[in-house]
């Protein structure tokens, strides 16, 4: 996975240097040069493929996954499927309501030992796990 720091593209436009050549040479505070558009945010449990380029500024939601040699460019929501470059929505991994659910269920904070006991449940059926564990989330 790549972070790029992303300026502004009018910016870039509009001098004859790339480089930021006042932050850099002769130290002007604040920066001038605008250098991000912020930190890059990855939820839990995201999958992110070989190669994938993720612009700063960007958030990517729990569960998410991006696909490999994605431009990420915009945010991705929770347990959506985003590919291409630039990087589109290309599907969700799960319907709204067990999107709900496993966003309220948080298993990436359960202690290790939990989650061990439930691995047998992370390889059943989503349906199930949610059952099983979204009633113990709300408790």
Sequence with gaps: MSRYLGAESTAIKKRVANYP??????????????????????????????????????????????????????????????????ARIVGKRFDRDVINKLNAIKWWNWSDERIKRAIPDFYGSIKNFVEKYYDLSTN
């Design 21 to 86: 050549l006042r932050a850099n040479l002769i130290n002007v505070k604040p920066n001038p040069d605008p250098l991000t558009k912020g930190p890059v945010i990855i939820g839990n449990d995201v999958w992110i493929g070989s190669h994938a380029i993720i612009l700063s500024g960007i958030k990517i939601g729990d569960g998410a996954v991006i696909g490999a040699g994605s431009v990420v460019s915009q945010d991705i929501p929770p347990y959506h499927v985003a590919a291409g470059n630039p």
